[in-house]
């Protein structure tokens, strides 16, 4: 039987019951759009997180957009970035018209390197063509980034920083939470992530007040929120998030903690069987993962996952071009070298099925196929 890569399909036939009548109440109570379920959300994942608040919305990618619209982002100011990361995360920085510029990766956490980030900021300030205003560190994988070093470079040049928690809701660092480990932060619950609803949908994370009415407005149109609510006071977007996905969420939030740590029971299995056969994951001291990938490197990738492949295996590369190369960012004038550790881990990386309902048996298997491989291709 072939082994999926993510199996909702299980998540969900385990949970039926509960989460079809979460659906159902939801239809019958009729309040399809901000109704009561997206009000309980919010505050249950502010206080999951450990942020003073959350604002539900569409996507992730609106959870991004959002907060830098209400930094009131635009032409000639520059966002420092991951260049090994979903496009959405340069992508949110260019929509707003500022200009992402690209920082380096950590060879081992594939998360932002805090020193090339402060250099960056330098080059940036000496070139002074664009104004350095924010970071958006990204927790990939489902690790998160050096939030400590990160947001006191941040104060040291003035910054905001925008935590990318798209991957990684939830994840321990310290003894807090990916999410809300910085002034502003974002996730995504797309199906495949860690935590997922059934559709798009997204949530922004703020510790202070600034920026919060600015950003309920800007989720629905520019709206008013005290007085006329028919006058738009500002340029907004559609972000809500539906009611029916609030449901769904707060259902899949109650076996959270569950699947996170049979997330990690998996991953030990994986590594204890392939670190001395690949490159695994490491985990920085203090860190927790919530393993939205499990991603390893080997130089002969492309055989490992053909040969995977044929024995209903799947494998996914996460990811194969960093964005710095992409069309999008022609204009920005990169090119290979500019970015080497990122470059290097898009060319080695891949990675393999993980989800809390693998059974171990399938984990054996997974490895058993990946050491065979291996051997017969040395
Ligand atoms: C998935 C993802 C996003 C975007 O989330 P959507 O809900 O798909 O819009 C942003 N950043 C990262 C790192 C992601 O993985």
Redesign the pocket.
């Given at each position: 039987m072939a082994i999926p890569f993510i199996d909702l399909s299980s998540q969900y036939q385990q949970h039926q019951a509960k989460i079809d009548a979460a659906i159902h109440k939801v239809l019958a109570h009729g309040q399809y759009i901000m109704g009561p379920e997206v009000k309980e959300l919010e505050s249950q994942l502010a206080e999951y997180v450990g942020a003073k608040h959350c604002l539900a919305c569409s996507?992730?990618?609106d959870a991004?957009v959002i907060p830098l619209m209400a930094k009131r982002l635009g032409t000639g100011d520059a966002v420092f970035t991951s260049p090994f990361?979903?496009f959405?995360?340069a992508e949110s920085i260019s929509l707003t018209g500022a200009t992402p510029v690209f920082v380096d990766i950590d060879p081992d956490s594939y998360n932002m390197d805090p020193a090339s980030l402060e250099q960056k900021i330098k080059e940036t300030l000496e070139a002074g063509k664009l104004t350095p205003r924010g970071i958006i560190p990204?927790d990939l994988f489902g690790i998160a980034a050096d939030y400590d070093v990160i947001n006191d470079i941040a104060k040291k040049y003035n910054l905001f920083v925008l935590e990318?928690a798209?991957?990684a809701f939830g994840a321990a660092y310290k003894d807090r939470r990916a999410g809300g480990l910085a002034e502003l932060g974002a996730t995504?619950f797309?199906p495949a992530?860690p935590l997922g609803c059934y559709g798009?949908g997204?949530a922004i994370f703020s510790n202070n007040d600034d920026t919060l009415e600015t950003m309920i407005s800007l989720r629905v149109h520019g709206q008013a929120t005290s007085g006329d609510k028919y006058d738009n006071v500002r340029i907004g977007l559609n972000g809500r998030m539906d009611t029916i996905q609030a449901a769904i969420l707060l259902e899949k939030l109650k076996i959270y903690d569950q699947e996170i740590e049979r997330r990690n029971q998996v991953a030990s299995e994986y590594t204890h069987r392939l670190k001395d056969l690949v490159k695994t994951p490491v985990l920085p001291d203090g860190h927790g993962s919530v393993w939205a990938q499990y991603s390893i490197q080997h130089p002969k990738r492309e055989t490992i996952r053909t040969a995977l492949s044929e024995q209903g295996i799947p494998t996914a590369v996460f990811y194969p071009k960093p964005i710095h190369l992409s069309t999008a960012y022609k204009d920005l004038n990169h090119g290979m070298g500019d970015f080497p550790v990122a470059e290097a881990a898009a060319q080695q990386i891949f990675s393999l099925p993980m989800h809390s309902y693998l059974e171990t048996s399938q984990v054996k298997s997974i490895c058993d196929s990946i050491e065979a491989a291996i051997t017969n291709h040395s």
């Open positions: 996507s992730g990618t991004l990361t979903f959405a995360s990204v990318d798209a991957q995504s797309y992530k798009d997204g």
